[in-house]
């Protein structure tokens, strides 16, 4: 005999559990082994709240910030080469391959990332670089150029990510999934001019209140 299948309400109800659930980052630190590698990956990871954070707006224009990229990136010349991984990073640190800022965000949960590719024998260096910019956003805010720079940059790819109506309905469908509602890209452009450096200097101190993630 075989097991009963479960209803749909069943599983229906076990989705919606599983969503609800709340995750718990417990930090740590993993490395690769070294045997016929010249390269290394540095990573480290803080935690935040996710797309239902009240930093949400702020951990979008973190990104913007510190920006970042590759030594040789395709599409033309420019792009981001302003943002502050580019600047005090990348510009003065000739062993870099890569270093840039990313977000990875779930319903209740999400990560804040700075990942660099640099030979294996500057990991020590580099691990040191990304912790003191990590320091330097909770100890000191950013000058107002670079600041508003970072606020027209993220509003311009906001509304220009929105030109093609197939992309506006994908994102109305996102947002009805993830908030219950939507919000048009002109109230998104309003949050980003109302974030204010105190409020981006917070976000990022409530990350250093849970355990790091380094590899």
Request: hydrophobic share 40%; proline share 4%.
């Amino acid at each position: 005999t075989f097991p009963a299948t479960p209803t749909a309400s069943a599983t229906a109800t076990a989705s919606m559990s599983s969503m609800n659930s709340t995750s718990v980052l417990r930090g740590g630190f993993s490395h690769g082994s070294e045997s016929a590698m010249d390269m290394a990956m540095v990573c480290l990871g803080l935690h935040c709240d996710g797309w239902t954070s009240k930093h949400m707006v702020a951990y979008s224009l973190l990104q913007t910030l510190l920006g970042g990229g590759s030594m040789f990136s395709a599409g033309g010349p420019g792009k981001g080469m302003y943002s502050r991984l580019y600047t005090d990073v990348m510009n003065l640190y000739g062993w870099f391959e890569s270093c840039n800022l990313q977000l990875f965000m779930y319903r209740t949960q999400g990560l804040v990332t700075m990942q660099a590719l640099v030979p294996l024998t500057y990991v020590a260096p580099t691990t040191k670089i990304l912790c003191d910019h990590v320091r330097r956003l909770v100890a000191e805010p950013a000058a107002d150029e670079e600041f508003q720079r970072a606020k027209n940059q993220l509003k311009s790819m906001v509304f220009m990510n929105l030109e093609s109506r197939s992309i506006y309905c994908e994102e109305i469908g996102q947002q009805m999934l993830s908030y219950g509602h939507h919000k048009p890209p002109e109230e998104w452009a309003r949050e980003i001019d109302a974030l204010t450096k105190q409020d981006l200097m917070q976000a990022v101190a409530e990350t250093l209140q849970s355990p790091i993630c380094y590899s």
